[in-house]
């Protein structure tokens, strides 16, 4: 199950960056997926890390449901190229 979940990452995430690149993926999508990526490796969180569970949960709410919001703006002829 977990590789199976792996797997899913690994190839979705080419065809993310690829749909941040093309020309038809609306703005607010590029944006929001700029944000998500950002979001991940800025140091700066909502919640500080030192915050005990407070600070891992803003992560593991906020990464997810942006990535989500933007895969779910690219519109599928993107997604499946």
């Given at each position: 199950?977990?590789?199976?979940?792996?797997?899913?990452?690994?190839?979705?995430?080419?065809?993310?960056?690829?749909?941040?690149?093309?020309?038809n993926t609306p703005k607010l999508?590029?944006?929001?997926?700029?944000?998500?990526?950002?979001?991940?490796?800025?140091?700066?969180?909502?919640?500080?890390?030192?915050?005990?569970?407070?600070?891992?949960?803003?992560?593991?709410?906020?990464?997810?449901?942006?990535?989500?919001?933007?895969?779910?703006?690219i519109p599928d002829s993107i997604?499946?190229?």
């Amino acid at each position: 199950m977990l590789k199976n979940n792996f797997s899913k990452i690994s190839t979705f995430i080419p065809v993310y960056f690829r749909a941040m690149r093309d020309k038809n993926t609306p703005k607010l999508a590029k944006f929001l997926g700029l944000f998500a990526i950002a979001y991940a490796i800025m140091p700066a969180d909502l919640i500080a890390d030192t915050i005990p569970f407070l600070g891992i949960l803003d992560d593991a709410i906020v990464l997810p449901f942006l990535i989500y919001v933007t895969s779910k703006m690219i519109p599928d002829s993107i997604m499946n190229r």
